[in-house]
């Protein structure tokens, strides 16, 4: 069976395509820092917040907001002060969708994106288990509106939906392996390969993740990465039948112990350095929008029986969930929990639609490479802010 790439190694593959076209180089030194920022109050975007009603900070340090801008999709409907350029306001929307079971509520949250949210000179990423679909800005003028979302929808069933039997079969694998009538080390090491071929769904590379958040940087206006992440279900043996399992074989090895660690070599590690990429993604100026999907419907488990009970299915999902929330907070990005597609994003939608740009200068820019915190205030109480928390100078 062909490895599966995932929605995650999707993305990055094409990223590196994409990240190895020339690079502008800046010799001028920076002298003024975008932060986009977006302000809450119960769950309400504020959009009557003025210049001076902000504060800002770098390394903890006081800084003065040079101008401030508020933003209505990609319009500039209000502006104090003066920034150094023009602000660019055109915006990049990456929707990935890493699932297994393919949802009827995904329709709702696409039917919103496209009336809501999507405006024509928009530009999109669509990125699905094994596929990455680019619908650039001058498509929505070229067809219909509804044309473009019906295939959107449809890339995304069929991509979920093909990936999806593609992790049951595996699991269907591992079932069969076990209760086969091979031979102990013929089980081991068919037991083995299937298990990396699930773990290859989910793999992260750390280096592929700067590689994209690079890329991202070297595009101008607002990025928005909104990410459908479906609760996910990992292989456990069951320690009592294999332990009769292996008693039971013509080898019956004396290292039952090691034998049984074995068939628990599953890795759940993550492979990122969580903070690197947080550091990245937040100088890159994306916002990346976590959306934890826990409503899965039956397990892949739940599909298919083997004859012998070898095999359970735990959730687990605390690693991934707990890195891309804490991504998604570096970036200034919103995080929502629920059971369906549509709702979730309804909710975190409003991130993309309003915002403000603060400007400020900092105290001694210089090109360290080093990273540089920023904590964004508004002086009166109760509101919710989101930014990004910092960039590196360079």
């Keep these: 069976m062909g490895k599966r790439t995932g929605a995650i190694g999707c993305l990055l593959a094409a990223a590196v395509a994409a990240a190895s076209a020339p690079q502008i180089v800046h010799d001028v030194p920076v002298i003024n820092i975008e932060v986009p920022?977006?302000?809450?109050?119960?769950n309400r975007f504020v959009d009557t917040l003025k210049k001076d009603d902000f504060e800002v900070f770098e390394d903890g340090v006081p800084r003065s907001v040079e101008a401030a801008y508020l933003v209505r999709k990609t319009r500039i409907a209000r502006k104090e002060g003066q920034a150094p350029e023009t602000p660019r306001t055109s915006r990049l929307f990456v929707m990935m969708f890493e699932m297994t079971s393919y949802q009827a509520e995904i329709e709702g949250a696409v039917d919103y994106f496209f009336d809501r949210l999507f405006e024509p000179y928009d530009e999109l990423i669509l990125v699905t288990p094994g596929h990455t679909y680019h619908l650039k800005p001058d498509v929505i003028s070229a067809t219909s509106r509804e044309k473009a979302k019906s295939d959107f929808l449809g890339r995304i069933r069929a991509d979920v939906?093909?990936?999806g039997a593609e992790y049951r079969?595996?699991?269907?694998?591992?079932?069969?392996?076990l209760g086969g009538d091979d031979d102990l080390d013929v089980k081991l090491q068919a037991y083995a390969d299937a298990l990396k071929a699930i773990e290859n769904i989910r793999y992260v590379d750390e280096r592929k993740l700067l590689e994209f958040a690079g890329f991202l940087k070297s595009r101008g206006g607002q990025k928005?990465?909104?990410?459908?992440?479906?609760?996910?279900?990992?292989?456990?043996?069951?320690?009592?039948?294999?332990s009769n399992l292996i008693s039971s074989s013509q080898e019956r090895p004396d290292n039952l112990f090691d034998m049984m660690g074995k068939f628990e070599s599953y890795n759940r590690d993550l492979t990122f350095d969580v903070g690197k990429v947080k550091e990245a993604f937040s100088d890159s100026s994306i916002a990346v929008h976590f959306l934890y999907l826990t409503g899965t419907g039956p397990t892949p488990i739940d599909t298919y029986q083997?004859?012998?009970s070898y095999l359970t299915l735990e959730e687990q999902s605390q690693d991934i969930f707990s890195a891309f929330s804490e991504i998604s907070k570096a970036t200034g990005g919103l995080s929502e929990t629920g059971a369906t597609a549509d709702a979730l994003f309804k909710r975190i939608a409003a991130a993309a639609e309003n915002y403000y740009l603060l400007y400020y200068r900092p105290a001694a820019y210089k090109p360290d490479g080093k990273f540089h915190e920023i904590v964004v205030r508004v002086k009166a109480k109760g509101f919710r802010v989101f930014h990004r928390s910092g960039y590196i100078a360079g």
């Design 306 to 308: 083997g004859a012998t």
């Design 37 to 42: 920022v977006r302000v809450f109050l119960d």
């Design 169 to 177: 079969q595996l699991i269907r694998d591992l079932t069969d392996i």
């Design 224 to 242: 928005h990465v909104f990410f459908f992440y479906q609760k996910e279900w990992v292989p456990r043996v069951n320690a009592k039948n294999i």
């Design 161 to 163: 939906t093909v990936g």
